[in-house]
């Protein structure tokens, strides 16, 4: 079946840091690769996403290639805010499925002055 | 235009009561998810709705269920809580029932919280 692992959290930057929270995936098929972030008491927010290998997604600052070869769509970003402060999830849904999300177990990031 | 809308926010019950949770998608979505969030854990997909049929089911035991109306709500009913129940459950919404392949975004709701005690 397909899974998604992601590092394990809490990451602590200082503001300005530069970010790396890896991911890797098991699929069958070619999935579509998500990064979501949840903010402390509020639902999912998609952040970006890649549907097809050497794509690159982006948002705010964030960034994700999706590494076929590697199996993995790790998430960077060059300079880190306080308000970045949240959990982020890697997430995959096959092609040609219902709008079925498979997550990882989220890694929490905290980012301080 | 409003978002994904679920309702109540937070809820308690008691084990061996019944819950039902609801969901308004995102206007002209026609596409349902229901996901469980248990405390330090990723979503766990439940249930999908398209065009009131059901698409897709996880692992979920029989004890959950759900619906979708014809305005393309939806409800989650779960029988029987158990203390393992509680958790925060997500809807989602889409425009298709295909979700991501046909390049559509998946949005979700802030989530029910549920706690059985």
């Known amino acids: 079946g397909n899974s998604v692992t992601q590092m394990e959290g809490p990451v602590t930057l200082s503001e300005e840091a530069f970010l790396t929270i890896n991911c890797t995936y098991t699929?069958?098929?070619?999935?579509?690769l998500f990064w979501y972030v949840q903010y402390p008491g509020e639902g999912l927010q998609l952040l970006l996403k890649?549907?097809?290998?050497?794509d690159k997604g982006s948002n705010k600052g964030f960034e994700a290639t999706y590494r076929k070869e590697t199996t993995s769509f790790h998430l960077e970003k060059g300079s880190v805010q306080v308000s970045d402060s949240a959990v982020y999830f890697c997430?995959?849904?096959?092609?040609?499925?219902?709008?079925?999300?498979?997550f990882g177990t989220g890694t929490r990031l905290q980012v301080t002055l | 235009d409003a978002g994904v809308t679920q309702s109540p926010t937070h809820l308690i019950k008691t084990r061996g009561q019944h819950v039902t949770l609801r969901c308004s998608p995102i206007?002209?979505?026609?596409?349902v998810s229901w996901y469980q969030q248990v405390l330090g854990q990723g979503p766990q997909f439940i249930f999908q709705?398209?065009?009131?049929?059901?698409?897709g089911r996880g692992n979920f035991p029989d004890r959950f269920s759900a619906r979708q109306f014809p305005n393309y709500s939806s409800e989650l009913n779960v029988n029987a809580l158990l203390l393992g129940d509680s958790a925060l459950y997500l809807c989602?919404?889409?425009?298709?029932?295909?979700?991501?392949?046909?390049?559509?975004?998946?949005?979700f709701g802030e989530g029910s919280w549920l706690t059985v005690v």
């Open positions: 989602a919404s889409s425009s298709t029932g295909t979700g991501e392949f046909s390049g559509n975004t998946i949005y």
């Open positions: 699929a069958t098929g070619y999935p579509s």
């Open positions: 890649a549907t097809k290998a050497d």
């Open positions: 997430a995959l849904s096959e092609t040609g499925t219902a709008s079925k999300l498979t």
């Open positions: 206007s002209g979505h026609k596409s």
């Open positions: 709705y398209y065009e009131k049929e059901e698409r």
